[in-house]
């Protein structure tokens, strides 16, 4: 077998070097543009979990305050008639907020 033997002068350990550290910052760099945009993404649906469980508060506050409205309404029909109007202008503005937020399905494929 042959035998090779490679003698590296102190320039070319410099520029080796260099070569090195200039592929990890350039890495570096792009793990930190990763992450700024990971945070940012983070942060995003952090605040609409948050809203969201803002809605669904509002939603259980809603169906208990109906369920105490009717029963203190139980002898009065006209009351139980503007509370049951009420309730479907409601039920409309519910399903026309989650049918414009709701994304369509994709196309389907040929």
């Given at each position: 077998m042959a035998e090779f033997i490679i003698r590296l002068q102190q320039d070319d350990l410099e520029a080796i070097a260099t070569a090195v550290a200039a592929k990890l910052r350039q890495n570096f760099s792009q793990l930190s543009q990763e992450l700024q945009s990971m945070s940012a993404e983070l942060d995003a649906l952090s605040a609409q979990v948050h809203a969201n469980s803002?809605?669904?508060?509002?939603?259980?506050?809603?169906?208990?305050?109906?369920a105490d409205q009717i029963r203190a309404l139980a002898d009065d029909p006209v009351a139980i008639r503007a509370l049951a109007d009420e309730l479907q202008q409601k039920d409309a503005a519910l399903a026309a907020a989650v049918?414009?937020?709701t994304p369509?399905?994709?196309?389907?494929?040929p």
């Open positions: 803002g809605v669904v508060d509002s939603a259980i506050a809603l169906i208990g305050g109906l049918a414009a937020n369509a399905p994709p196309p389907p494929a």
